[in-house]
């Protein structure tokens, strides 16, 4: 998979979190898991990316039809897609953590000796770019891959993709390059009790972020329908 910084979106993800002095402050970004209940959101966040966007985040310029198939064909009973949510529950961010035999990918099997490997794929919207959107959605997958006993976390991109060249140097990943595409691979250390306490806490967290953002839009809908209230 590979990954791209687009899209479009209006709202920050969360709160606004503090700064120092002459800093711009940063929203706080919840990532959660997304179920099959999520479809049409995907759906609605990929249409989004401009062909340019498509390139960068699948390796081709895929079709409305295309990207419509892929959402309906991802497979959550196998794999792990995270999401981050704006106000209006749109997703600013996706990341798509797909599980495989580790001779699916010949590039990383000789890293590991565990049966599989991960890959991860994201995509973030352009109003959400420079928010850390993109490094939170890995740092999230990093840990799932942790506490499900895999070792080796893999993305392929386009070399000249700089957003994803930025998460794999960040994180430490080795990167390959050739023919103007890249390999990169981190490999994790194993699950820990703080590490399977710290992705259980920010589920619950990202899980009522999200559901007071749902309440409050199903307050201001009503709020709406009564004679005489607008709402923006």
């Known amino acids: 998979m590979t990954t791209a910084e ?4 209006s709202q920050a993800p969360g709160k606004t979190g503090g700064a120092g002095p002459g800093k711009a402050s940063r929203p706080i970004i919840f990532v ?3 179920s099959r209940r999520a479809r049409r959101r995907l759906l609605r966040h990929f249409l989004a990316l401009s062909s340019s966007d498509r390139l960068l985040r699948f390796g081709s310029v895929l079709s409305d039809e295309l990207l419509s198939r892929y ?10 897609v995270f999401g981050v949510y704006d106000r209006k529950l749109r997703l ?4 798509h953590l797909a599980f495989a035999p580790r001779e699916a990918l010949p590039s990383v099997s000789a890293s590991t000796s565990k049966e599989r490997v991960a890959e991860f794929g994201v995509s973030v919207a352009a109003s959400a770019r420079g928010m850390g959107v993109g490094s939170r959605l890995f740092e999230r997958a990093a840990i799932r891959c942790r506490n499900v006993d895999i070792d080796t976390l893999y993305m392929h991109c386009l070399s000249s993709n700089k957003v994803m060249m930025h998460i794999a140097k960040k994180a430490g ?3 390959h390059r050739d023919y103007g595409e890249a390999d990169a691979y981190l490999k994790l250390a194993p699950a820990n009790p703080a590490s399977v306490l710290q992705e259980a806490v920010q589920e619950q967290v990202a899980t009522l972020d999200y559901t007071l953002k749902a309440n409050l839009r199903a307050a201001l809908k009503w709020l709406g329908s009564l004679p005489g209230i607008k709402r923006d």
């Open 6 to 9: 687009a899209g479009s979106a």
């Open 92 to 95: 600013l961010g996706v990341g």
């Open 173 to 175: 990943m080795a990167i």
């Open 32 to 34: 959660k898991e997304l």
């Open 71 to 80: 959402v309906e064909n991802i497979d959550f009973s196998r794999d792990t």
